[in-house]
């Protein structure tokens, strides 16, 4: 089976990727892919969250075993078959791409094709530039306390915010549409 996954930013405007993978890949590949399609650094820590509905972190998938003191089962990316986790169109996950500030891709699988088969991950779809993969701490930072200073609660449109509007999923037009960054 392949599976489809939409890719999107609460960053940028107008960023979509589409990886199409096979079911039965490790997320290892998965990452490898949308580092790829995005040109990321793959050396950089990075870790998938299945996500509810309503975009609320579960399992961890993480690149590697950080020696956490927790109960919970550890999940490695080299080690987790993709279909293991996830079976349904419209699953969500969430990749962390940058740890130090919580910056993430939202993801959801858009299409399940049963009967087939993809010994590589491709990217089908790449429009707009992807966010910078790491922002500079000072200028993070100053955009905290001006946040700060403005409202004093940091609300989801700054960096790492958990929810996303749906919509951007589901914009029309971005099937027949592929760019290059």
């Known amino acids: 089976m392949v599976y489809k996954f939409r890719l999107v930013s609460d ?6 990727r589409e ?8 997320f290892l590949t998965l990452r ?12 950089q820590m ?15 998938i993480t690149l590697e075993d950080m020696g956490s003191d927790t109960s919970e089962d550890v999940y490695l990316m080299d080690d987790t078959i993709i279909s293991d986790f996830i079976e349904d169109e419209g699953q969500r996950m969430i990749f962390v791409f940058d740890y130090l500030t919580d910056r993430s891709f939202f993801m959801e699988l858009k299409k399940a094709e049963p009967g087939r088969t993809l010994q590589d991950p491709v990217c089908s779809l790449a429009m707009g530039k992807a966010p910078e993969q790491f922002v500079d701490l000072d200028e ?13 609660d940091i609300d989801e449109d700054f960096y790492g915010s958990e929810e996303f509007n749906a919509d951007e999923f589901d914009a029309e037009g971005f099937d027949e549409m592929s760019f290059d960054d």
């Open 11 to 16: 960053e940028v405007d107008n960023f979509r």
């Open 19 to 26: 990886i199409d993978i096979d079911a039965d890949a490790n």
């Open 32 to 43: 490898n892919a949308i580092c790829e399609s995005v040109g990321y650094d793959k050396s």
């Open 46 to 60: 990075n870790s998938f969250f299945i996500c509810d509905d309503g975009w609320e972190k579960g399992k961890e």
């Open 140 to 152: 993070f930072e100053a955009k905290i306390d001006t946040k700060s200073v403005a409202t004093p």
